[in-house]
């Protein structure tokens, strides 16, 4: 499947918070969606293919910091390369916005997401007890260094 990593767009919006709502046990809202992307610290991507929305992920620039907010991909499209692509280019960006290294919070029990991660070199550093509120389940804290 080819496809394209480009900014998302806020024509992009409804169709990547529909990504959003079937990913995710506890999605966003939709507002803080929309707030999230409108937010001038924050730079969504979004992976596109004929003009349908495969993913999309959040990355939020603060000094020497980036933290990845947020990803998905369409159940659809998974395991076909759409989070590596995106993960790829959010870190590509950050080093562009010179950070230093890279968070991110991912359950506990979400081995596929932490198998990218650590292809990505990310590293187990702590955890948050009862990260998520759904079902209290803890997070991992993961770094990357740059």
């Known amino acids: 499947m080819t496809f394209a990593i480009t900014p998302m767009t806020m024509e992009d919006a409804d169709k990547a918070y529909e990504i959003e709502a079937v990913s995710f046990n506890t999605p966003w809202s939709k507002d803080t969606f929309i707030k999230t992307m409108n937010n001038p610290l924050t730079h969504a991507f979004a992976a596109k293919a004929e003009g349908e929305i495969l993913g ?4 939020m620039i603060v000094l020497d910091e980036a933290h990845i907010l ?11 390369g759409v989070g590596k692509a995106l993960m790829g280019e959010m870190l590509d ?13 991912v359950r506990k029990s979400n081995n596929a997401a932490i198998k990218l991660y650590e292809n990505f070199g990310f590293v187990i550093i702590d955890e948050r007890k009862g990260y998520y509120q759904d079902n209290n389940e803890d997070a991992l804290i993961m770094l990357l260094n740059f």
């Open 56 to 59: 999309y992920g959040f990355v």
């Open 70 to 80: 947020n990803i998905a991909t369409h159940p659809e499209h998974r395991k076909k």
């Open 93 to 105: 960006f950050a080093k562009g916005k010179n950070a230093s290294f890279a968070l991110l919070e």
